[in-house]
C-alpha cells in the first residue's frame, strides 16, 4: 500500500473553508452582492435575461421522473452514470434506482438511511456510491442486492470511478481510495494537500490503461499507477498564484476527460490544457475554462467559465472558435456534447443547446424549473439532466 501524509490540522482547516469558497461563487449569481458591498447597483451582476431566437432544433422530453430530495444546496452536482442501456441515479434521500434508457421505466430501487452525496458510478457488473459521512456502498448493478460497504476518512461528492477490478473513490480530504470492486477490500490510498480555499466539490478520477487521472483542487492533474498509487507524473494546468486566497483558487473540479491518449482539463482560474496521457507533456493550453470539466468532441473542445460563457476551442491547437456569452452568470453547468450541439442547463432549469459550429443558440427547453449544477450525461443519443430536486429527464433534439 503506497500512502501520503498531511498535516492534520492544515487539511482539515482546508475542508472547512471550501463551504467558503461555495458561496462565494454562489453570490456571483445574485442580484444583491454588490448592494450589500456599498455599490451603486447590482444590475451588472444580475443574470442575464434570456434573449428569444429563432429555433434551428426541436428538443423532446422523452420521459421524466422523481428520484427523491435531491442534493439541494450541498453542492455535489448529482448526476446519472449510464451502462448497456440503463440509467444509474441517486438522491440525497432518495436510494439510488436503476432505470430503462430508452423507456424510463424503474428497473430497481436500493433503498437507504444513508445521506447519498455523490451521484453513482458504474462499471464491472458494480454501482457505488459515497454519503456525507465518509460511506462506501456497492451494489450488484443486475439487481440492486448490496455486495459491500467500506468508510473513507471525509464526505464523498464525485460519483466513484470503477473499472479495471477497483472502485477509486474520491473525497473532498483530496485523497483518493482503490477498494477491490468484488470485495470492498481497501488496495491502496493517494493524498493530495487541499489548499485553505477551495471550490465546493471535486470530479471523479478519470480510468485510462493501468493508471488513473485526478483534477487536483490545487490546478495540477497527476496520473496515478492503477496497480499501488504511485503517483507517476504531474502537470500543471493553472497555477495558484494571487495576493489573496481567493485568487489563488484554481480548482479542477471536473473530471479529466480521456481522449485516445490525450488528457483534457479545465480550471477554475480560466484555463483548458490539453496534456499527453502516457508522458504529461502539455500540447497546448488556453486561458478560457472553469471548475466543471471539458466536452471533447470530434473536432471541439467546449467549456464553460465561472461568468457563464461557453466557449468552443479547436481540439488540435486550442485556439478559440465560438464564444457564446448570452449565458452571462447564470450558473451554467459543465457542457455535454450532445449530437452536433453543446448542451448546458442553468440556475432557472433551462436547457441550452448551443450549435457546435459556431455556437449560436439552437433548441431551449426547460422541466420544472429547479435548478442544474450536473453536467448533462449523453448516452445513445439521449441526453440525461437531473435538477437539485431529484428530479431527472431524457431528451432528444432532432434538426
Not at 439541494?72 to 441517486?90: E, M, N
Not at 468484488?182 to 477551495?198: D, K, V
Not at 472553469?290 to 479547436?314: R, Y
Not at 432557472?348 to 450549435?355: D, N, T
Request: hydrophobic fraction near 45%; charge should be negative.
Amino acid at each position: 500500500m503506497t500512502t501520503t501524509t498531511v498535516p492534520h490540522g492544515r487539511a482539515s482547516r482546508g475542508a472547512r473553508l471550501i463551504l467558503v469558497a461555495a458561496a462565494v461563487t454562489a453570490l456571483a449569481g445574485c442580484s444583491t452582492i454588490k448592494g450589500w458591498f456599498g455599490g451603486k447597483s447590482g444590475d451588472a451582476l444580475k443574470p442575464a435575461e434570456l434573449t428569444e431566437f429563432a429555433p434551428s432544433a426541436k428538443a423532446e422530453r422523452l420521459w421524466a421522473i422523481d428520484l427523491g430530495d435531491g442534493e439541494g444546496v450541498i453542492g455535489s452536482r448529482q448526476g446519472p452514470a449510464v451502462a448497456d442501456g440503463r440509467v444509474y441515479a441517486a438522491a440525497l434521500e432518495g436510494g439510488v434506482s436503476a432505470i430503462d434508457l430508452r423507456t424510463g421505466n424503474r428497473l430497481w430501487h436500493h433503498e437507504t438511511e444513508l445521506a447519498v452525496s455523490s451521484g453513482p458510478g458504474v462499471g464491472d457488473g458494480v454501482v457505488a456510491f459515497g454519503g456525507l459521512e465518509g460511506d462506501v456502498v456497492a451494489l450488484d448493478a443486475a439487481t440492486g442486492a448490496q455486495k459491500w460497504t467500506a468508510k473513507v476518512g471525509s464526505e464523498v461528492l464525485a460519483a466513484p470511478t470503477i473499472g479495471q477490478g477497483s472502485v477509486l473513490v474520491r473525497s473532498i480530504d483530496g485523497r483518493v481510495t482503490a477498494f477491490n470492486a468484488e470485495t470492498g477490500e481497501r488496495r491502496w490510498f493517494w493524498e493530495r494537500e487541499t489548499p485553505t480555499l477551495a471550490v465546493r466539490g471535486n470530479g471523479s478520477p478519470t480510468l485510462g490503461p493501468g493508471l488513473l487521472f485526478v483534477g487536483n483542487d490545487d490546478g495540477t492533474v497527476a496520473a496515478i499507477s492503477l496497480a499501488d498509487g504511485r503517483m507517476l507524473w504531474e502537470q500543471m494546468v493553472a497555477a495558484p498564484e494571487g495576493r489573496t486566497e481567493l485568487d489563488r483558487m484554481a480548482d479542477i473540479d471536473g473530471a479529466p476527460v480521456l481522449d485516445e491518449v490525450t488528457v483534457y482539463a479545465s480550471s477554475y482560474k480560466k484555463q483548458t490544457m490539453a496534456i499527453d496521457g502516457p508522458s504529461g507533456r502539455p500540447v497546448w493550453s488556453h486561458d478560457a475554462g472553469g471548475p466543471g470539466g471539458p466536452a471533447v468532441g470530434a473536432d471541439k473542445v467546449v467549456v464553460t467559465d465561472a461568468a457563464g460563457t461557453v466557449w468552443g476551442l479547436d481540439k488540435a491547437t486550442g485556439a478559440a472558435l465560438w464564444q457564446q456569452a448570452a449565458l452571462a452568470r447564470r450558473n451554467v453547468t459543465a457542457p455535454a456534447i450532445h449530437g452536433d450541439y453543446a448542451l448546458v442547463g442553468d440556475f432557472e432549469g433551462y436547457l441550452h443547446w448551443l450549435r457546435l459550429s459556431d455556437g449560436a443558440f439552437a433548441a431551449r427547453a426547460n422541466f420544472d424549473g429547479e435548478a442544474i449544477r450536473a453536467a448533462p450525461v449523453v448516452a445513445e443519443g439521449i441526453a440525461l439532466v437531473q435538477d437539485v430536486d431529484g428530479g431527472l429527464s431524457a431528451w432528444r433534439v432532432t434538426p
